[in-house]
């Protein structure tokens, strides 16, 4: 156990963010997500939320500020009637952690795949809203 370490963090996803560089890339997947099948490294956090990881995540990780969106979700089929509130809720996480760096993009449903393949890790989680799918841009520490 270490002080100030959110306990809803394994220490395998603590290693990962340690491990990550300026510009890598890490998903937090919903329960629908095709995670093993895509991540490069996979850590499971199948009882956990989305909100509940992102928020704890975001306590350390610093999001990129040299590009124009840091955070990723995957966009909505069109077509599909689907609603994602549960964006409003990472807009808030993100805005509470990063004030001026929390621009967010939509990225098309297999360009998000594809872009998920390249990311460092996958964070596979039990969410169960649709569409709930994230990718986070690592910045730098400058404390």
Known sequence: MLKGIPSIIPPELLKILMEMGH????????????AASIAQRLV????????????AVLKFFPLDPYVEAPVMLMQVVPGDPVETP?????????????PENNKFENIERFAF????????????TGEKALYANIILKKGVVVE
């Open 23 to 34: 510009g890598d890339e890490i998903v937090i997947s919903d329960g629908n997500f095709p």
């Open 44 to 55: 499971r956090c199948d009882g956990h939320g989305i909100p509940e990881i992102l928020d």
């Open 86 to 98: 549960i964006w409003d809720v990472y807009k808030e996480i993100v805005k509470k952690h990063e």
């Open 113 to 124: 795949y594809e872009r998920a393949k390249k990311a460092y890790a996958v964070v596979a």
